[in-house]
């Protein structure tokens, strides 16, 4: 098994080991990091069939993180996936309205993000004690919501650690605020800012590439690091559960060996999707990858034209974990097709920065062949939890809704009939609100907890534990900034 390192897509040059590029989150050039080849999976789809999500994952984290010996992966595997997660199978698949649905909500804070970032802790504080770094972590984090809850979790009490969570104090849904505001463990803050989540996401990484605020973090002996999705420990252990889906459809004999199988995913940053892409280009026979926009459908725009343009307006929908406008793993996309060539990635990336946005190439464009791009209105995607709710008893989030309307008209428009995974994201009972507003009008006026338990009430989905357990906790943050208080903020915490 050949090594694989990592390099910024901005090539700042210097080459990494997975567990250095875990460490630093972010290149110092503002580049994400990069494997210098994706590997091929070595591992047979039969032999994958049988075995379990844990090792599953072993044998997709040992051909990325090559310098982490078996044990050390075997370790982290095994504390991030156990009982965290209400059911074995980690990520069961239910089938409805002519998909396969992967619910990817079953750890600590019912949505997606559970998956990578109950592991990346663990990835993390192997990573640092295998290169002796003696500094404290200090986690500066982003989230459009359902990042920072799930992050807080994983690294809350952590020796060694701090985190640092900025969320948009009015884009959030009010289960998610209250998720985060509650947070416990004295190594965690959570702040929220007047702006939106792209607003957060420049600020952090701004304050990554401060070269004063560097030195200064130094001195105090501490570093930053990002659990964000630009860090390359969070994308891995998401590649896992798209081979695990495909394998479980062969194991139920849906499919059968090299059957090619479409994957919808509902989009924001571009970290999951990116993630099915990689699976793909590992030989995980993917056929359409669709990705699947809210109203903020920049994404979408530039499938169809190859213009990528934030220069609009942003709109806040009831998928909030989808309200962005800059999708920062793109990056990656646009440095593989442009045949890893950071210095032409770098251009486009300063043109985005400069005059938020960019053009490719016919030759970049070919590139995106897997790609489909759909998106899903606000009307929509109500319509179409109500739909699949009545037609099948099966209740979805807004995030999955999303994925779920834009692959209808797929399916429709298309005719293609190929079997389809579609990434389900959150579960229903973490947006209550537009859940209800979907199956059940009527019930507007009521808080979000009463509405789960009238959720409960319609679907006998038992209200799940991260839900409970926030109702009555004391809040225990209220720190609001400004964008340009930032660093500021930062810099009072970790003064504490
Ligand atoms: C984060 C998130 C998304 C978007 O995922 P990206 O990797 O940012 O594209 C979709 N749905 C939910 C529920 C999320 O939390």
Redesign the pocket.
């Known amino acids: 098994m050949t090594d694989v390192t990592y390099s910024s897509t901005r090539g700042a040059g210097e080459t990494l080991t997975a567990s250095q590029a875990i460490l630093n989150g972010l290149a110092s050039d503002g580049g994400l990091y990069v494997p210098d080849h994706i590997p091929a999976l070595s591992t047979d789809l039969d032999a994958l069939a049988r075995m379990d999500y844990r090792h599953v994952a072993f044998e997709i984290l040992r051909l990325y993180l090559t310098d982490y010996t078996d044990d050390e992966l075997r370790h982290c595997i095994d504390a991030a996936y156990d009982e965290k997660f209400d059911t074995e199978e980690i990520a069961p698949m239910a089938e409805a309205a002519d998909a396969y649905f992967l619910e990817l909500y079953h750890g600590a804070t019912i949505?997606?993000?559970d998956m990578a970032l109950s592991i990346l802790p663990h990835l993390m504080t192997t990573a640092a004690r295998k290169n002796n770094v003696d500094s404290e972590i200090v986690i500066l984090t982003a989230t459009?919501?359902?990042?920072g809850k799930a992050a807080l979790a994983g690294f809350a009490s952590v020796p060694g650690t701090r985190i640092i969570v900025f969320y948009p104090k009015d884009g959030v849904s009010p289960i998610q605020k209250q998720q985060m505001v509650t947070q416990q463990g004295d190594n965690t803050f959570v702040v929220g800012i007047n702006g939106t989540f792209d607003n957060a996401q420049t600020g952090v990484k701004k304050l990554f590439a401060d070269e004063e605020l560097r030195g200064w973090m130094d001195e105090h002996g501490m570093r930053f690091s990002s659990a964000n999705?630009i860090n390359i420990g969070r994308l891995v252990p998401q590649i896992v559960y798209y081979v695990y889906a495909y394998t479980r459809l062969l194991k139920e004999e849906r499919i059968k060996k090299g059957d090619p199988v479409n994957v919808v995913?509902?989009?924001?940053?571009?970290?999951?999707?990116l993630a099915a892409y990689y699976a793909g280009q590992m030989g995980l026979p993917i056929a359409k990858l669709i990705c699947a926009s809210n109203e903020n459908k920049v994404l979408y725009d530039f499938f169809s034209t190859g213009t990528y343009d934030r220069n609009r307006e942003f709109i806040l929908t009831s998928?909030p974990?989808?309200d962005?406008l800059i999708?920062s793993?793109l990056e990656r996309l646009i440095y593989h097709i442009c045949g890893n060539d950071a210095s032409r990635c770098r251009t486009l990336m300063d043109l985005l920065s400069r005059t938020g946005r960019y053009d490719i190439t016919d030759d970049m464009r070919e590139q995106l062949a897997p790609f489909a791009g759909g998106f899903c209105d606000e009307e929509l995607t109500l319509n179409t939890i109500r739909d699949i709710y009545e037609s099948c008893g099966y209740l979805i989030?807004p995030?999955t809704a999303v994925a779920a309307g834009v692959y209808r008209s797929y399916r429709m428009k298309s005719g293609d009939k190929t079997p389809t995974v579609i990434a389900s994201?959150?579960s229903p009972y973490?947006f209550t609100g537009s859940v209800l507003r979907a199956i059940d009008p009527g019930y507007e006026s009521a808080d979000d907890f009463d509405k789960a338990d009238r959720l409960y009430e319609l679907s006998k989905i038992s209200i799940p534990k991260a839900v409970s357990e926030i109702r009555t906790a004391p809040i225990l943050h209220k720190t609001i900034c400004e964008v340009d208080e930032m660093e500021k903020t930062v810099k009072e915490f970790l003064s504490r």
């Open positions: 949505a997606f993000k459009s919501g359902d990042t999705s995913v509902p989009t924001g940053n571009f970290g999951n999707i998928s974990s989808m962005i999708s793993n989030d995030h994201t959150a973490k």
